[in-house]
T-cell receptor, first 114, second 109 residues
Framework: DTGVSQNPRHKITKRGQNVTFRCDPI?????LYWYRQTLGQGPEFLTY????????KSRLLSDRFSAERPKGSFSTLEIQRTEQGDSAMYLC????????????FGSGTRLTVV | KNEVEQSPQNLTAQEGEFITINCSYS?????LHWLQQHPGGGIVSLFM???GKKKHGRLIATINIQEKHSSLHITASHPRDSAVYIC???????????FGKGTHLIIQP
């Protein structure tokens, strides 16, 4: 297993366009998390899945954001009608089931909305 | 909601110096993580602590649950240690981590 993989690494899009990011977690990890990180700040929690179930969503996740994990393996994060304020690094992490296991992070997808 | 404060925000030191980065949080946690983030975004998990002290190579992490405080120490610092070090905490529930803003460390040769 090569760790958590995120694609694409970079995405530049025009305001108003839709974008979709993909995260492939470590295969035996049940939990998958999405975070957003803006310049100079720590990451902020967006949402997480346990297997295919989306168990929690942050208030940061507006109606334009949707995340799926259809088969409990990879996940997608879609942003509709992108705004300049959506420009950020989108990080994915996965962990095994259980409250005190470590996380493995992906390298992130850097989104720039122009 | 847990508040996570890190200090200092920026730290520049000379190669070989002993480095300490501090993290304080406001409410009870089940675990605290120290993470390292290099330019370009990749995050590496360094430690996960729920009590006491852990050591890995030149890195040492301690946590005081009563004082809601943790420290990350780097001994014999090296330019390759230059990175952003982030403290993150996990509550008792199954939600995600709450992160500090990070400490930007530069080790000069």
């Amino acid at each position: 297993d090569t760790g958590v993989s995120q694609n694409p690494r970079h995405k530049i899009t025009k305001r108003g366009q839709n974008v979709t990011f993909r995260c492939d977690p470590i295969s035996e990890h049940n939990r998958l998390y999405w975070y957003r990180q803006t310049l100079g700040q720590g990451p902020e929690f967006l949402t997480y899945f346990q297997n295919e179930a989306q168990l929690e969503k942050s208030r940061l996740l507006s109606d334009r954001f949707s995340a799926e994990r259809p088969k409990g393996s990879f996940s997608t994060l879609e942003i509709q009608r992108t705004e300049q304020g959506d420009s950020a690094m989108y990080l994915c992490a996965s962990s095994p089931l259980g409250t005190n296991y470590g996380y493995t992070f992906g390298s992130g997808t850097r989104l720039t909305v122009v | 909601k847990n508040e996570v404060e890190q200090s200092p925000q920026n730290l520049t030191a000379q190669e070989g110096e002993f480095i300490t980065i501090n993290c304080s949080y406001s409410v009870g946690i089940s675990a605290l993580h120290w993470l390292q983030q290099h330019p370009g975004g990749g995050i590496v998990s360094l430690f996960m602590l729920s009590s006491g002290k852990k050591k890995h190579g030149r890195l040492i992490a301690t946590i005081n649950i009563q004082e809601k405080h943790s420290s990350l120490h780097i001994t014999a610092s090296h330019p390759r240690d230059s990175a952003v070090y982030i403290c993150a905490v996990k509550g008792g529930g199954a939600d995600g981590l709450t992160f500090g803003k990070g400490t930007h460390l530069i080790i000069q040769p």
